[in-house]
């Protein structure tokens, strides 16, 4: 799971716009190289307040992860490969917990999953052609 904390001016794989490099290779193989170079793009601008990266827990296990988040980056979002998969993934984009001039105490959020756009199949499985031309992500 990559992600970032952020302000409500950036995006992370808003479906009906395509897929960035970076989110390609999040949802195809589980590769975060070029999305760190994207959100360190982002993090430059003064754009996010900080990136995340967790990584999946055993079988048996779990993750935990505090995250910081001020007025000016108020926002969440990440993706996480769904395996085995062509180009599929969960994630969460734009989640503000400062609406209204306060915080949000308590929130239940569902994960979707969504089509990356970048691979043909739609089985689970690796190895298939890529999409030409690329798609939006979708639901």
């Not at 009906?16 to 490099?21: E, N, P, R, S, V």
């Amino acid at each position: 799971m990559i992600g970032r904390i952020h302000s409500k001016e950036t995006a992370l794989g808003i479906p009906g716009k395509l897929a960035t490099k970076g989110l390609e290779d999040v949802a195809e193989i589980g590769n975060t190289i070029h999305m760190i170079q994207e959100l360190d793009s982002i993090l430059a601008r003064n754009k996010a307040l900080s990136k995340f990266i967790i990584t999946a827990p055993p079988v048996t296990g779990t993750a935990t992860q505090n995250f910081t988040f001020n007025t000016t980056y108020p926002c969440m979002s990440f993706a996480s490969m769904i395996a085995p998969s062509p180009d599929w993934f969960m994630g969460l984009h734009d989640l503000c917990l400062f609406r209204g001039g306060e915080w949000i105490n308590d929130i239940t959020v569902d994960i979707l999953v969504y089509d990356a756009g970048t691979e043909e199949g739609d089985v689970f499985g690796y190895n298939n052609p890529a999409t030409s031309p690329q798609q939006n992500i979708s639901y």
